[in-house]
């Protein structure tokens, strides 16, 4: 990363790749809400990074450390969002609890 830095270049993360990350840390490294969240802040906070749709990123960590869903969860509605839905829609009893999400039955 440092030759990265010296050539005053970016690295771009897409928003899945984020998704990927705290999927894996949730399902293999058993990690805790409190530690994945902390993790993907340390991304967000490395300028030599561009991280895609960075607004609903840093919106979906908010969400995920308040709430009882995943992050993915919560970056999907902000896409949604984003494109104009006024819900989400979603098989997840307890997502569906949380603002603009409604549950499929």
Known sequence: MAEVEDQNDRLHISSITLCELAWVLRSRSQMSREKISSALETLLDITILEIQDRDLVEKA?????????????????????????????????????????????
């Open 61 to 105: 960590l908010q969400d995920f450390r308040a709430g009882a869903a995943g992050f993915p969860d919560y970056l999907i509605g902000w896409h949604n969002q984003k494109a104009g839905c006024t819900e989400t829609l979603t098989f997840d009893r307890t997502l569906a609890k949380y603002p603009g999400f409604s549950l499929l039955t």
